[in-house]
């Protein structure tokens, strides 16, 4: 189910914590689906009863890597991780800095974080959620930007 608004998604957080269920989080674009996002998303399943995908914004994304980025705009790549099996909620963030988003996930205040290695860092740190690092299996192979450049390759 896509939730586009924020305190709608605090009240399901709420609802299920209330009943012992684990809920987690990742953060992230999802731009272009491959065999990592669906590895991923099962090992979250693994750890959380609910998982919750927070599509990165279209303006963030850009900030973050460029005016190329992301190929499909946030609605869309909502509704294909919508599609995911072991995605139970997903959420338009449209949070413009890290902050705003940090922010947001304060409010909400979910049990698990899930991060990528790389990204772990202290501004994650907080007393109510656990950071739960998930590799990303085979990175190299199963990136959207070596995705992207492959196609380019291919019609040049």
């Given at each position: 189910?896509?939730?586009?608004n924020?305190?709608k998604?605090?009240?399901?957080?709420?609802r299920?914590q209330?009943q012992?269920?684990?809920v987690?989080?990742k953060?992230?674009?999802f731009d272009?689906?491959?065999p990592g996002h669906?590895?991923?998303?099962r090992?979250?399943k693994?750890?959380?009863?609910i998982?919750?995908?927070f599509i990165?914004?279209s303006s963030?994304t850009?900030k973050?890597?460029?005016e190329?980025k992301?190929?499909?705009n946030?609605?869309?790549?909502?509704?294909?991780v919508?599609g995911?099996?072991n995605?139970?909620?997903?959420?338009?963030?449209?949070?413009?800095?890290?902050?705003?988003?940090?922010?947001?996930l304060?409010?909400?205040?979910p049990?698990?974080?899930?991060?990528?290695?790389?990204?772990?860092t202290?501004k994650?740190d907080?007393?109510y959620?656990?950071?739960?690092?998930?590799?990303?299996k085979?990175?190299?192979i199963?990136s959207?930007?070596?995705?992207i450049?492959?196609i380019?390759?291919?019609i040049?």
């Amino acid at each position: 189910m896509i939730i586009s608004n924020k305190k709608k998604l605090k009240q399901i957080i709420d609802r299920n914590q209330k009943q012992n269920k684990k809920v987690l989080i990742k953060k992230g674009v999802f731009d272009i689906i491959h065999p990592g996002h669906i590895y991923s998303i099962r090992q979250f399943k693994k750890f959380a009863d609910i998982v919750i995908i927070f599509i990165q914004s279209s303006s963030l994304t850009k900030k973050e890597k460029g005016e190329k980025k992301p190929i499909n705009n946030s609605k869309q790549r909502a509704k294909v991780v919508d599609g995911i099996k072991n995605v139970d909620y997903v959420y338009m963030d449209k949070s413009k800095s890290m902050e705003e988003s940090l922010s947001l996930l304060e409010y909400l205040k979910p049990d698990i974080i899930a991060i990528v290695k790389k990204r772990k860092t202290k501004k994650y740190d907080r007393p109510y959620w656990e950071l739960k690092e998930f590799p990303d299996k085979n990175k190299q192979i199963f990136s959207t930007s070596n995705i992207i450049n492959k196609i380019i390759k291919k019609i040049s």
